[in-house]
């Protein structure tokens, strides 16, 4: 059983609220990653940390921010959120190496309204 | 660059048939290959991961793979599909020290 976690799991807010979702692992992994999914959708990594105080954009642009100031701890922030910001989000953590398999947390269901 | 193709973004069975979904890769490095599956509204879920210790990979809830290397496919099998199977497929191929390159998913509908 993963132990990563996230919340909220679902989420509706308003037009230009300020969000963090939380994402947390008890794996001690190093890295750790943020993806966008679309429902029925591919996933697209939109941020990735290779540990403490890195962080790198991913594929897909997007307009959150990510910080890593904990291993256990990847929290994503939109500051002002937008309709258009209405996806999964899914947070996913690994182990150093290459053949090392990505733990997934259940998601973060956002609407923005 | 890795990349990897899912052929069939829609697959449907019968219950009690053989589930077929494919995966290819596209590697200049020998390629570390998973296959995790998504239950609707839940996170990914590994099935099984090829360690190169055998070429035909067994995974959770009866499904295997089998990696063919002059192919380069590692398609996911079940002998006998069942309801609970219904559910969205996601290959994806390590070998960069970045990140997991995952394929677009199929999406697996068992028929009663």
């Known amino acids: 059983e993963a132990d990563i976690y996230q919340t909220p799991r679902y989420l509706v807010i308003g037009t230009g609220k300020k969000i963090t979702l939380e994402c947390s692992q008890t794996?001690?992994?190093?890295?750790m990653y943020w993806y966008q999914q679309d429902p029925g959708m591919e996933l697209h990594l939109i941020h990735y940390?290779?540990?403490?105080?890195?962080?790198e954009k991913g594929d897909l642009s997007s307009e959150s921010t990510v910080s890593r100031i904990r291993t256990e701890h990847f929290p994503l922030t939109l500051e002002s959120a937008r309709p258009s910001h209405t996806s999964q989000y899914l947070c996913?953590?690994?182990?150093?190496?290459?053949?090392?398999?990505?733990?997934f947390g259940q998601g973060t269901r956002l609407t923005v309204v | 660059a890795q990349s990897v193709t899912q052929l069939g973004s829609h697959v449907s069975v019968s219950e009690g048939a053989l589930v077929l979904l494919r995966c290819n890769y596209s590697?200049?490095?020998?390629?570390?290959l998973f296959w995790y599956v998504q239950y609707p509204n839940q996170g990914l879920q590994l099935l099984l991961k090829?360690?190169?210790?055998?070429?035909l990979v067994k995974g959770i809830n009866g499904f295997e793979a089998e990696f063919k290397k002059s192919e380069t496919s590692f398609h996911l099998t079940k002998p006998s599909a069942h309801m609970s199977d219904a559910a969205e497929y996601f290959c994806?191929?390590?070998?960069?020290?970045?990140?997991?390159?995952f394929g677009s998913g199929t999406q697996l509908t068992v028929l009663p």
């Open positions: 996913a953590s690994s182990a150093t190496g290459l053949n090392t398999e990505a733990f």
């Open positions: 590697s200049s490095v020998p390629p570390y």
């Open positions: 940390s290779y540990g403490v105080n890195s962080t």
């Open positions: 994806a191929a390590g070998g960069s020290a970045r990140q997991l390159t």
């Open positions: 794996m001690g992994h190093d890295k």
């Open positions: 090829y360690t190169s210790a055998a070429t």
